[in-house]
């Protein structure tokens, strides 16, 4: 009998997750997520020396990818015999004999990630009269996740309005303690579902020569030049936020390693249409270190990058 908690896709996966292995065996059962490229575990059961929470792995290389394609059936006994599963970069890695999986679908009816089991040893064929309630499963944890995704996404555009005091008086963006509390409450979001995300810090150059050299009007103009800048520049779900005296950042929400790469070409040139002058980092969460990681990792290399300008313009100014 399964007692299934329905009031979260993360309790009612635990408890599918649990359910299929008493009844089921096989070595370890899984729910991923696919996010461009990765493919990420968010929760298992079961036991395998090489998987846990948040390892990410590539897609492509999973069994689950040539299941979604439909090169291989959802419920192989003997995967070996597969030769989508058999030539498979994982398969062959983790010394995979068995699987079974069935797709998860998020609210936009696209792929999300899988409910999928792995085995070191062949499985009888009668296993495979269990795809229906597999599938079944499926299905049950696709919708908990649809109606969740629904109510997550409400729940960040009612959080971003009762944080709307937690704002930049001079550019109207949030300012750093509206940022550390999107911040925070985004990287549960990534936790809970494996959403990818990526973080931008951009800093000004030349601020401190316009305030001294033009005072500090034509210095606070350049800085709300950067802000309507870089608010054109991104999407409508980003975050954008003045972190300092000449420093922004970006939390670029649901943003794969593609998303994030256009994102950056954007911004750096929407900066030169209007005339801005600014180093830009740039870093990708990962789920085994999170926004704050991405935060710092951004950080320095904008630092990296204004040094490199400032050695450029050093050299120049020598030739």
Known sequence: ??????????SASRAVLS?????????????????GSDWIVLQTEGRHPEIAPSKVYRWSDSFCSEMAKGNGPRVAPRSDLVPAYANSPIGR??????????????????????????HPAPRPESIVQAQSMVDLFGQLLSTILQLELKA??????TERLTIEA????????????????????EEERCSRFGHPAA????????????????GHASGDALIMRAAASLRRAT??????????????????VEC??????????????????????????LSMRTPSQGLAHAWSEADQRMYAEKRSQRNADAAEAHA
Not at 1 to 10: A, C, E, P, R, W
Not at 152 to 157: G, K, L, P, S, Y
Not at 199 to 214: A, E, F, S
Request: charged share 25%; glycine share 8%.
């Open 1 to 10: 009998m399964i007692n299934l908690d329905t009031s979260s896709f993360q």
């Open 256 to 281: 794969d390693r593609d998303c994030s790469d256009i994102l950056l070409q954007r911004i750096r040139a929407v900066l030169v249409e209007d005339n801005v002058s600014a180093s830009v980092g």
């Open 235 to 252: 999407r409508a779900t980003d975050i954008v936020a003045r972190l300092g005296g000449d420093e922004f950042g970006i939390l670029a």
């Open 199 to 214: 973080v931008l810090v951009i800093d000004l150059n030349g601020l401190k020569r316009i305030n001294d050299t033009q």
């Open 166 to 185: 937690l704002t930049d008086t001079l550019t109207k963006t949030y300012n750093r303690r509206g940022w550390d509390r999107l911040l925070s409450s």
């Open 152 to 157: 997550t996404d409400a729940a960040r555009q």
């Open 93 to 118: 890695e983790l010394q995979v004999k068995a699987y079974i999986g069935s797709p998860l679908f998020g609210t936009d009816g696209r792929l999300f990630g899988t409910l999928c089991a792995i």
């Open 19 to 35: 359910f299929l292995h008493r009844q089921l065996g096989f070595d370890l059962w899984m729910v991923t997520r696919v996010a």
